[in-house]
């Protein structure tokens, strides 16, 4: 129970010491005022910043929280933004959790009552927006398991800011139990330990946090073989200062190193493969897993009671705790134990929806339609100018994506690969006849294995890829990349995926440049 509670009063602290610092030097980043003939509008990231602006004209005041060259999966916002999001009459997110979440909680808890929120993923389908499915391969040797939480629990009047709490509170075994993650800098974030004893009170310690309808992947270590029996016990935390909903708990097996059929558990559905996780359905109160034995996606996941399964983790799952301090907690170095790895290094919590929906113009003309109907809905009187400014806006949209569709096809069909540095271009790739050919990571925050650098070159070789990709602001977590096509003797050329920097300031240079930059370095 020792590592939750320090480790959030620790990041309090920091935060609360980077805030003030920014606050000293970010003078220069625009703000709302608090009071204004003009609309006050909020979004999270530029790029819908220069959207809303493009509509919104000189009948709006429009500001973002996640600055130019800033990364929306892992921003903090400051008070500065806080303030800027009090002032606001409309806010605009993208979520399909796509920001840190501590973004969107800033957004939904200081937003004043009355204000405008809008979600443009979600709801851009309205506006014939096309979805894309998150599809993960299960392409280790055992079972990934993480946590997930299913449902968005609004009977219980959650929403996107609420928290989904889990509690490991009982453990059964011949030793000790481990749930912890990985981060990009090799740092560790232990949420369950059971060398001290597990939480009482589902509150603080032995708990991981995830939002509605999201899930973690997370690494398991085992000290002994046998069977361990884990008690979960889930609640929702609806505000941050209110208190923990209950909503039920389950008991899970697992067999250590030993034969899953001597687990206790008459009939019990074996996870050995694919990817798994405990899971909280917070719409009915259940905790189950979800299962996905073939890397199919949300179509092929099956449900269980925790009650019908045995986890495996099998005699090859036998390892050495590496060196570090930051694995101190599982041991001496060199220390065998049992260990599910986690499938991705780094935090990466996502939801079933490939977030990055604007890499399809078409898309972008969706959310500029849903963004002018909002605008006129929060302010009718400037109806023809934010129709005026849609349309002409929507002309010139319309235009780029004819110019991407035209340049990309320009490039000879058999060198159409795509190597990136994280996984944001599937929209690019489904509606312009590209094939992504691999990414260094799923998440910009992802830390790549040896097993991604190898599976990365050997894509580069057997497809005889000409160039890789680079987003700019990605550059200083990119060496993997950059060294893998040195290695190979191919290009490494810029494309943009969550932001703007550079000569990129708004989103048809963005979408125009990268069309242009995939003809240079693919087209010969």
């Known amino acids: 129970m020792r590592t939750a509670g320090r480790r959030a009063r620790v990041r309090r602290a920091a935060v609360l010491a980077v805030v003030v610092t920014l606050l000293a030097g970010c003078a220069g980043k625009p703000v709302l005022r608090a009071h204004s003939d003009r609309l006050r509008v909020v979004t999270t990231t530029g790029l819908l910043r220069d959207l809303v602006r493009q509509v919104g004209g000189d009948r709006a005041d429009v500001v973002s929280l996640v600055p130019d060259g800033g990364d929306p999966h892992t921003y903090e916002p400051t008070l500065r933004d806080a ?134 992947h997370l690494s398991w270590a085992f000290t002994r073989p046998g069977v361990y029996r884990l008690t979960l016990q889930a609640s929702l935390r609806v505000a941050d200062t209110g208190p923990a909903v209950p909503l039920g708990e389950a008991t899970y097996t697992f067999a250590v190193g030993v034969n899953p059929a001597g687990a206790g558990v008459p009939g019990a559905t074996v996870l050995d493969a694919g990817h798994a996780d405990l899971t909280v359905d917070v719409d009915t109160g259940r905790l189950g897993v979800l299962h996905d034995p073939t890397g199919g996606g949300e179509q092929a996941q099956r449900w269980y009671t925790a009650d019908q399964v045995v986890v495996d983790v099998p005699g090859k799952a036998l390892a050495e705790v590496p060196p570090g301090p930051q694995f101190r907690f599982l041991g001496r170095p060199g220390t065998p134990v049992y260990q599910l790895p986690q499938a991705v290094l780094g935090k990466h919590v996502h939801g079933e929806i490939d977030p990055h929906l604007w890499q399809n113009v078409r898309n972008g003309i969706a959310y500029v339609k849903l963004i002018r109907d909002t605008l006129i809905g929060r302010d009718p009187a400037g109806a023809p100018a934010y129709r005026a400014n849609a349309e002409r806006y929507l002309a010139e949209l319309q235009a780029t994506d004819d110019y991407v569709r035209r340049t990309i096809a320009a490039i000879p069909k058999a060198n159409r690969y795509l190597v990136t540095t994280h996984d944001a271009f599937g929209y690019l790739a489904a509606a312009y006849g590209v094939t992504v050919a691999g990414f260094v990571t799923p998440n910009p925050s992802a830390e790549p294995s040896l097993a991604d650098r190898r599976k990365l070159t050997e894509t580069i070789r057997q497809l005889r890829v000409r160039a890789v990709f680079l987003e700019p602001n990605l550059r200083a977590r990119s060496s993997t990349l950059t060294q893998v096509a040195a290695e190979q003797g191919v290009r490494v050329c810029p494309i943009y995926g969550d932001t703007f920097a550079g000569p990129v300031r708004t989103y048809v240079q963005m979408m125009r440049f990268n069309a242009d930059s995939l003809l240079t370095c693919l087209g010969s």
């Open 83 to 216: 303030r800027n999001v009090v002032y606001a009459d409309v806010a605009f997110s993208n979520y399909a959790l796509l920001e840190e979440h501590n973004v969107i909680k800033t957004l939904d808890a200081d937003l004043r009552p009355g204000a405008t929120s809008v979600s443009l993923a979600e709801e851009s389908v309205k506006y014939a927006a096309e979805l894309i499915p998150l599809v993960e391969h299960a392409n280790l040797d055992t079972v990934w398991l993480g946590l997930r939480v299913r449902g968005d629990g609004a009977g219980l009047g959650a929403t996107r800011a609420s928290d989904v709490l889990v509690t490991a509170t009982a453990l059964s075994g011949p030793g000790r139990l481990y749930a912890y993650l990985t981060g990009t800098f090799g740092d560790t974030d232990v949420y369950f330990d059971s060398s001290d004893g597990l939480s009482s009170d589902g509150l603080r310690d032995d708990t991981a946090t995830l939002p509605a309808d999201a899930h973690t």
